[in-house]
């Protein structure tokens, strides 16, 4: 689980001579840290052609892009567990690259994302601003914002490796590579979102994996599976 202030936490941000990282990361506190690039991991690298995370290892640079088209599309099963439309507020709790909240975005809801990785967090700033300016993202810990009050919040947690399947797509090798095992302590964050949320929490779950306290309902999809709770009274 991350720290209760990501702020704190130090983020690899190595600028080119003659560049400028983007007023919303200076505001959030990110500075270039280093007149080299770091030796090792992955760092934050901001060049003419934008921000790009680079791995000093040797690993090819990556961008996260927006979802293809057709997700955004049509009723889908992500959608339907969160009872998406117009002006519902949604808090994607766990935004990583913004995949799932944009379908949620494009579907009409007002949603608002945050993410705790510095790295992360840097990377949908740069994204979310070429492709969906209106969606607000927040570098909070998720624990910090869920109080605030919305219809849903949506909780997608990464998965346990497993084992005997293909490698996953590289946006989650990265993300994995970065981030590691999150949020053990997932049933108080489940718990929290409950007694928060006023029309429901969804939680994203691999499809074999095991529930996290009682769902009231699930939605099932193609890999992974939609648990759907009702508030807590
Ligand atoms: C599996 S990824 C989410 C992928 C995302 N749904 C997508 O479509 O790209 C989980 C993300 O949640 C973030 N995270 C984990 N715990 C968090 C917390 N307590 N608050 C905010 N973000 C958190 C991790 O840094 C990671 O980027």
């Given at each position: 689980m991350p720290p209760a202030d990501p702020a704190a936490r130090a983020a690899r941000v190595f600028v080119e001579p003659g560049q400028v990282l983007p007023d919303r990361l200076l505001s959030e506190g990110?500075?270039?840290?280093?007149?080299?690039?770091?030796?090792?991991g992955w760092y934050l690298g901001l060049d003419r052609d934008g921000l790009v995370l680079r791995n000093a290892g040797g690993e090819a640079p990556f961008q996260p892009g927006p979802p293809p088209a057709t997700r955004s599309r049509g009723p889908n099963a992500i959608a339907r567990a969160c009872g998406a439309r117009p002006g519902l507020t949604v808090l994607d709790a766990m935004a990583g690259w913004g995949a799932d909240g944009l379908v949620l975005a494009a579907a009409g809801c007002a949603v608002t994302m945050t993410e705790s990785h510095p790295l992360v967090f840097a990377m949908l700033v740069d994204l979310l601003e070429g492709c969906a300016p209106h969606v607000q993202v927040e570098f909070r810990d998720a624990r910090r914002l869920i109080?605030?009050?919305?219809?849903v919040v949506y909780l997608d947690p990464m998965f346990e490796p497993r084992r005997?399947?293909?490698?996953?797509?590289r946006p989650m090798q990265v993300l994995r590579d970065l981030v590691g095992r999150d949020a053990p302590d997932l049933g108080e964050i489940l718990v929290l979102a409950r007694r928060h949320a006023r029309d429901r929490v969804v939680m994203k779950r691999h499809a074999h994996a095991p529930a996290v306290g009682v769902p009231d309902w699930r939605i099932p999809a193609r890999t992974v599976r939609f648990d759907v709770y009702r508030p807590s009274a």
């Open positions: 990110f500075a270039p840290t280093a007149a080299q690039p770091p030796s090792a109080p605030s009050g919305f219809d005997k399947t293909a490698l996953p797509a």
